[in-house]
């Protein structure tokens, strides 16, 4: 069974970090394209990032390049996202997946001051 | 970017009606396109993907159809257990995006 647990989230302050896991369990998490996808309150889903396997390749979603970093180690079989510069819209519960067949429950990222 | 746009917003049906969903990308993607279906406070599940592949485990009652620009989730027989919020994925280009969302009442 596919397992997509994500870890990382709370409060935090508009302007500072925050970095999400995601430990993956059930597939070759080195064999898969990796995502990151968030929904804000009273929102739709939105796509933030993607990883190929390997890690060679990375895609950002234009509103958080050079803000949020997405990466993997595939010994550990996790994913992370590296969120810096954090801004009051980020805030959402933000899933790990394997596009398109497999999500994690989602962890809550609140910035606010 | 490619721009889904899902129609209608809200859809409220009574017990046992069958209902469809349309999603409409701005460009063609081919058949690129994926269905979710999203309950409050659980994550999206995936109920059709590449327009019409069914997924293992997931109930029959759902088809979809389409290619190009137009596509369309068809539910069977609704109950109460289908009240959620439905939504459009494709995968044909980055940014990956998604529709608005259907949100799907029962009367």
């Known amino acids: 069974e596919v397992q997509l647990v994500e870890s990382g989230g709370g409060l935090v302050r508009p302007g500072k970090s925050m970095k999400l896991s995601c430990a993956a369990s059930g597939f070759t998490f080195s064999n898969y394209y990796m995502a990151w996808v968030r929904k804000a309150p009273a929102k739709g889903l939105e796509w933030v990032a993607s990883i190929n396997a390997g890690g060679g390749k990375t895609y950002y979603r234009d509103s958080v390049k050079g803000r949020f970093s997405i990466s993997r180690d595939d010994a550990k079989s996790t994913l992370y996202l590296q969120m810096d510069s954090l801004r009051s819209e980020d805030t959402a519960t933000y899933y790990c997946?394997?596009?398109?067949?497999?999500w994690g429950q989602g962890v809550m990222v609140t910035v606010s001051s | 970017d490619i721009v889904l746009t899902q129609s209608p917003t809200t859809l409220s049906v009574t017990p046992g009606e069958t209902v469809s969903l349309s999603c409409r990308a701005s460009?063609?993607?081919?058949?690129?396109l994926h269905w979710y279906q999203q309950k409050t406070n659980e994550s999206p599940r995936l109920l059709i993907k590449y327009a019409s592949q069914s997924i293992s485990g997931s109930p029959s009652k759902f088809s979809a159809s389409g290619s190009g620009t137009d596509f369309t989730l068809n539910i069977n027989s609704v109950e109460f257990d289908d009240v959620s919020s439905y939504f459009c994925?494709?995968?044909?280009?980055?940014?990956?995006?998604f529709g608005s969302g259907t949100k799907l009442e029962i009367k």
């Open positions: 994925q494709q995968t044909q280009n980055w940014p990956l995006t």
């Open positions: 460009h063609s993607i081919g058949i690129n």
């Open positions: 997946a394997r596009l398109v067949d497999d």
